[in-house]
């Protein structure tokens, strides 16, 4: 995959790994970050070049619609969409005070959102000579995490979801599709599941998915997840009991 002279939207670009992938990514691409939060958007963009920010929540269909006719209009085509915006409740099945709605609340952000963005920005990608789509999924893909339960569903929707769609694009486009798999990341994301302790660099993630591209290697499992998935299929009890120890 070339990673120059591309234009890339990037989903939660304002913070975390997605904004990483921006830095990664800005000297030699026109990147434009996506989130809620204009100030946050904003401060992420000042000191990068080739950054530009929409406001939008990829959760409400109005602004996604907003956004598809903003990219068409005033950046003239699309190269990458890296859906990476995340959504995540830390608790536990046996000790939970509404799990149905936080489950529709990470769907709607992990699953559904990606989905929607994804479709509709299709037209725009099948007009490039090359193009990819990046989803975000987790380690928890993989092996849930007692943890973060519903989390953990909506990650393993969203790996389904991207396998099918890699399989369906490679017959008739040139749409590349990655699944990038961080495990624990040191994020404002992840500060209520111990990812200041105990997570990897940002950094870290995006230098991986910046090698993934160049080599096209489609399943980028940064870190641990790299360990987790060779013993899942080996044992896949013995993997659960890894991750939940």
């Not at 624990?184 to 993934?212: H, K, W, Y």
């Amino acid at each position: 995959m070339n990673i120059t002279n591309n234009t890339v939207l990037i989903t939660g670009g304002g913070s975390g790994i997605g904004l990483e992938i921006a830095k990664a990514l800005n000297s030699t691409n026109k990147i434009i970050i996506v989130g809620r939060n204009k100030e946050k958007l904003d401060s992420a963009a000042k000191d990068l070049e080739n950054v530009f920010t929409i406001q939008a929540d990829i959760t409400n269909e109005n602004d996604v619609n907003r956004l598809v006719e903003d990219i068409k209009t005033n950046f003239g085509g699309l190269n990458i969409l890296i859906n990476n915006a995340g959504n995540a409740y830390a608790y536990t099945l046996s000790d939970s005070s509404d799990t149905y709605t936080k489950a529709i609340a990470e769907f709607t952000t992990n699953y559904f959102a990606p989905i929607r963005l994804t479709e509709k920005l299709l037209p725009l990608l099948k007009q490039q000579n090359e193009a990819a789509i990046v989803n975000v999924s987790s380690i928890v893909a993989l092996i849930p995490g007692s943890h973060v339960p519903t989390y953990s569903d909506s990650k393993a929707a969203l790996r389904s979801y991207t396998r099918l769609l890699r399989y369906e694009l490679a017959k008739d486009t040139g749409i590349k599709v990655f699944e990038l798999m961080p495990p624990l990341v040191d994020t404002d994301f992840s500060v209520e599941i111990g990812g200041r302790e105990n997570g990897i660099p940002a950094s870290q993630v995006a230098a991986d998915l910046i090698q993934a591209f160049q080599q096209d290697h489609y399943e980028v499992r940064v870190g641990d997840t790299e360990v987790v998935y060779s013993n899942f299929f080996a044992n896949s009890e013995g993997a659960f009991g890894v991750l939940n120890k």
